[in-house]
């Protein structure tokens, strides 16, 4: 009596072949959607950023700006320092969190495309973030990325290929 209750050898190793075939893609998708997720929640802080610097120049219009090393001149008190985003949230424009992350940088242009803004890829710009230099970005953002906010627009450019 010839008993086969079992599988070949050839039908295991195709069916781990194809397991295998779907690993690797949920693990591409993954680790692309991971990134787009990191990107996704620095531009909110961006946003949040921006609506802050709107919000300080309606209260304080008088203050001069230093684009260049993104500091605000002429403080109103002394809670505020002049670095930024961190003059912002000693002001109680911005909370505390977020800002230092691995993968993107955190600019504050105040309408000024000057310094770390100046390659913005709208006019005007209140804040702008850019892809952190030294292997600490998103992968396909190696090339360069920069997104800045304005009042009334947004826009991003990913560098030449």
């Known amino acids: 009596m010839n008993n086969k209750k079992?599988?070949?050898?050839?039908?295991?190793?195709?069916?781990?072949?194809?397991?295998?075939?779907m690993a690797v893609f949920a693990t591409i998708s993954y680790?692309?959607?991971?990134?787009?997720?990191?990107?996704?929640?620095?531009?909110?802080?961006?946003?949040?950023?921006?609506?802050?610097?709107?919000?300080?120049?309606?209260?304080?219009?008088?203050?001069?700006f230093d684009a260049a090393n993104a500091?605000?001149?002429?403080?109103?008190s002394a809670s505020c320092s002049n670095a930024l985003p961190s003059g912002l949230i000693g002001c109680g424009f911005v909370d505390n969190g977020g800002w230092h992350d691995n993968y993107v940088e955190f600019f504050?242009?105040?309408?000024?495309?000057?310094?770390?803004?100046?390659?913005?890829?709208?006019?005007?710009?209140?804040?702008?973030?850019?892809?952190r230099s030294g292997g600490k970005q998103v992968a396909r953002y190696n090339k360069g990325y920069i997104y800045c906010v304005s009042a009334t627009e947004k826009?991003?450019?990913?560098?030449?290929?």
Not at 6 to 21: K, P, R, S, Y
Not at 40 to 60: P, S
Not at 115 to 130: E, R, V
């Open 6 to 21: 079992g599988f070949t050898l050839l039908e295991l190793l195709v069916a781990a072949t194809i397991v295998g075939i």
């Open 31 to 64: 680790i692309n959607g991971a990134d787009d997720s990191r990107i996704e929640a620095a531009k909110l802080r961006l946003d949040a950023l921006a609506m802050a610097v709107q919000r300080f120049r309606i209260e304080y219009p008088i203050q001069q």
């Open 71 to 76: 500091k605000m001149m002429n403080l109103p």
């Open 108 to 131: 504050v242009c105040n309408e000024q495309k000057t310094g770390s803004c100046t390659d913005s890829p709208i006019d005007k710009p209140l804040a702008c973030m850019t892809g």
């Open 155 to 161: 826009g991003e450019t990913l560098g030449a290929e």
